[in-house]
Nanobody
């Protein structure tokens, strides 16, 4: 069974870097055609796609967040990581990691979500 688990600080100060790690079990993050994605949901708003890292190691980012976002992976640990720089209170959200079984596929496995609050 595929499982994803987010981990990281729940409170980040404005202008600092938000860093979250997703630990994957039950599937290899380098397995062909899989895409590992970060998505967030601010309070009272809908889901927002942040970006993804593909089985090849290539990355794609939301245009609106591209300048502040970096997604990387640690293949021996089967983990992938989100870094969001220069955060503001508007970055407060529940952050999810998820797996998509193809480039144009919807996510089929999700982590439980991690609340991150940006506040001084």
């Amino acid at each position: 069974q595929v499982r994803l688990q987010e981990s990281g600080p729940g409170l980040v100060k404005p202008s600092q870097t938000l860093s979250l790690t997703c630990t994957v079990s039950g599937a290899s993050i380098t397995a062909n055609y899989l895409y590992w994605t970060w998505i967030r949901q601010p309070p009272g708003k809908g889901l927002e796609w942040i970006g993804r890292i593909a089985y090849s190691g290539s990355t794609d980012y939301s245009p609106s967040l591209k300048n502040r976002t970096s997604i990387s992976w640690d293949t021996p640990k089967n983990q992938f990581t989100l870094q969001l720089n220069s955060v503001t209170p508007e970055d407060t959200a529940v952050y999810y990691c998820a797996r998509a079984p193809g480039r144009s596929s919807a996510a089929d496995y999700w982590g439980q979500g991690a609340q991150v609050t940006v506040s001084s």
